[in-house]
């Protein structure tokens, strides 16, 4: 059974940075690619970014030129690094991951495990 577990969420003000993290266990993390997504109250589900098992990258747009995901294969985590941040950033995120299957990656429902999601909170 594959587990997520994500940490680095937190309270920042517009502008700061916040470092993602997710830890995944059992499966072989390296088949597998691992998306971003989040939810704010009252919205609807957002692709953040992916990383495929290969290392390719993908952003949708809420990471365009503020975000970058990255992948330690060693460490089994991926890594979200979010600058700039702004009060519309303000949602739970959360990581999933699929593999080795095809998918596509800002799809959330082509993804099979889910983490719980960690908290991001952007104030003025």
């Known amino acids: 059974q594959v587990q997520l577990v994500e940490s680095g969420g937190g309270s920042v003000q517009a502008g700061d940075s916040l470092r993602l993290s997710c830890v995944v266990s059992?499966?072989?993390?390296?088949?597998?690619?691992v998306g971003w997504f989040r939810q704010a109250p009252g919205k609807e589900r957002e692709f953040v970014a992916a990383?495929?098992?290969?290392?390719?990258?993908t952003y949708g747009n809420p990471a365009k030129d503020r975000f970058t995901i990255s992948r330690d294969n060693g460490k089994n985590t991926v890594f979200l690094q979010m600058n700039s941040l702004k009060l519309e950033d303000t949602a739970m995120y959360s990581c999933?991951?699929?593999?080795?299957?095809?998918?596509?990656?800002?799809?959330?429902?082509?993804?099979?495990?889910w983490g719980q999601g960690t908290q991001v909170t952007v104030s003025s």
């Open positions: 999933a991951a699929q593999g080795p299957h095809t998918l596509v990656v800002h799809v959330a429902d082509d993804y099979e495990y």
């Open positions: 059992g499966g072989t993390f390296s088949s597998y690619s």
């Open positions: 990383i495929t098992w290969i290392g390719g990258p």
